[in-house]
């Protein structure tokens, strides 16, 4: 009997100069980049827009911004990186505003 199974894949998320974590995608890695960037965003807790780069062997594995599902695979590292208006807010102090 032949039975098919989902893979599993994991990645690790570079959220920071001393941080990164492991996201796991149980049925396997999603279809499309703004699938995997929702996911990103809700298993690492995330809330300023970022977007997401790669580990590129053509470039000797500098990180390049990520277009495309066929550029990773399972256990490939990704970086997260603030887009410029999350960087705005942060230097302006505006991105974490206590009690509201």
């Not at 796991?24 to 965003?41: D, M």
Request: aromatic fraction near 6%; charged fraction near 25%; hydrophobic fraction near 35%.
């Amino acid at each position: 009997k032949c039975s098919l199974k989902m893979t599993s894949a994991v990645l690790r998320v570079i959220l920071g100069p001393d941080s990164s974590q492991r996201v796991t995608f149980p049925n396997g890695l999603p279809s499309t980049v703004p699938i995997l960037e929702l996911e990103i965003k809700t298993q690492c807790n995330l809330t300023v827009p970022f977007r997401l780069q790669f580990m590129d062997r053509d470039f000797d594995n500098e990180f390049v911004n990520l277009t495309s599902m066929k550029e990773i695979e399972d256990k490939s590292t990704l970086k997260v990186t603030l887009v410029e208006e999350a960087v705005d807010s942060i230097a302006h102090g505006t991105l974490y505003q206590p009690g509201r």
